[in-house]
Antibody
Framework: QLQLQESGPGLVKPSETLSLTCTVS??????????WGWIRQPPGKGLEWIGS???????YYNPSLKSRVTISVDTSKNQFSLKLSSVTAADTAVYYC????????????????WGKGTTVTVSS | SYELTQPPSVSVSPGQTARITCSGD??????AYWYQQKPGQAPVLVIYKDSERPSGIPERFSGSSSGTTVTLTISGVQAEDEADYYC?????????????FGGGTKLTVL
């Protein structure tokens, strides 16, 4: 059974870079038809998609975060990572990693497996 | 990038039918998906491709689509269905492929 597990610091200082890793177990990150990505949820608010990556390294980012986001993949470790630079208190959120399934085309693109999430607080 | 619009809240009594709508201009061309999120938990997919139900999701959950609106219907609502529900779709062109979420709807079981 495929499982995803987020890891990384729970506290980041303002203006610094948030770094998280998602470890995939029970399946290969190099599977075709799947992208791997990040979603966040500020306290008491809704879900916000951050971006996704294919095992080949092809990426797509939320336009509102694109200037600060980098998602990378390490197929040898079956992991992918998120870096978000110049963080502020507004970046405080639960960060989820998730498998993105590409079904019958780009009109059929959704998250079918999620990690449990990790809380990141931005504070000095 | 386009938006998906959901009502902030829906309330129903146990045993009744709950309907949660999601509107977006691109929905006639893009599939919609629904996620259930209970407090302190990760979202769970309950409907995919407008109306398909993943294995393990109770039959009382169903989805439908009409024009620019998709609807999640929960028949015979149970107390355990109280949760936040999010619709999701894709925003795609030849050069980008993004994910869009609705703002979420809090389902209260009275």
């Amino acid at each position: 059974q495929l499982q995803l597990q987020e890891s990384g610091p729970g506290l980041v200082k303002p203006s610094e870079t948030l770094s998280l890793t998602c470890t995939v177990s029970g399946g290969s990150i190099s599977s075709s038809s799947y992208y791997w990505g990040w979603i966040r949820q500020p306290p008491g608010k809704g879900l916000e998609w951050i971006g996704s990556i294919y095992y080949s390294g092809s990426t797509y980012y939320n336009p509102s975060l694109k200037s600060r986001v980098t998602i990378s993949v390490d197929t040898s470790k079956n992991q992918f990572s998120l870096k978000l630079s110049s963080v502020t208190a507004a970046d405080t959120a639960v960060y989820y990693c998730a498998r993105h399934r590409l079904g019958s085309g780009w009109s059929d693109y959704y998250m079918d497996v999620w990690g449990k999430g990790t809380t990141v607080t931005v504070s000095s | 990038s386009y938006e998906l619009t959901q009502p902030p809240s829906v309330s129903v009594s146990p045993g009744q039918t709950a309907r949660i709508t999601c509107s977006g201009d691109a929905l006639p061309k893009q599939y919609a998906y629904w996620y259930q999120q209970k407090p302190g938990q990760a979202p769970v997919l309950v409907i995919y491709k407008d109306s398909e139900r993943p294995s393990g999701i109770p039959e009382r959950f169903s989805g439908s689509s009409s024009g620019t609106t998709v609807t999640l219907t929960i028949s015979g609502v149970q107390a355990e269905d109280e949760a936040d529900y999010y619709c999701q779709s894709a925003d795609s062109s030849g050069t980008y492929h993004h994910v869009v979420f609705g703002g979420g709807t809090k389902l209260t079981v009275l």
